[in-house]
């Protein structure tokens, strides 16, 4: 995808093996259904069955087996429904975090109800300019601008899509 890479060797782990969710104790269609940690982690990753893992934007790995996101990466607060996201950049110069960042967003607003509150935050102490991403990441403005973008909405959608093989 891109041509000079900002981390050449990047270290690929081993993909954890999925839990499986227990389904709710509650048969009653009118209660509010609670989300958990899980349930975040699948939509990141498999959504639908024919939707892969979110890819890196400079490499042909997903951000789990780079360890960019991982389960425990997602926090969830069910009072009132809000739902954060912690990744960890390759590298603290990492200037794709944007949109690696923008691509999580992206992928919980088509997923998630539009009352869910998503944060999309970078790791505390793993990039250079972690206060700047956090405010960019997080301001509606600037997410809503960055996807009035063509080409850097072609390369969301890239990361986005399903993988061969």
């Known amino acids: 995808m891109v041509m000079g890479l900002i981390n050449a060797n990047p270290v690929v782990h081993e993909r954890k093996e999925r839990r499986t969710r227990q389904a709710p104790e509650s048969t009653d269609e009118t209660a509010v259904e609670l989300i958990d940690q899980l349930e975040i982690f699948d939509i ?10 979110i890819r890196d934007p400079e490499h042909p790995y997903s951000l789990e087996e780079l360890n960019v996101v991982s389960e425990d990466s997602v926090e969830i607060s069910n009072e009132p429904i809000h739902v954060r996201v912690t990744f960890t950049p390759t590298v603290e110069h990492c200037s794709m975090a944007t949109l690696i960042g923008l691509c999580l967003r992206v992928k919980l607003m088509r ?19 972690e206060a700047a991403l956090n405010k960019q990441l997080n301001d509606k403005e600037h997410v809503a601008a960055a996807l009035e973008n063509s080409n850097l909405l072609d390369t969301v959608e890239e990361c986005l899509s399903p993988t061969l093989g």
């Open 44 to 53: 990141l990753f498999i959504v639908f069955p024919h939707i892969r893992d």
């Open 111 to 129: 997923s998630l109800p539009p009352h869910y509150k998503v944060d999309i935050r970078v790791a505390p102490g793993s990039h250079a300019t």
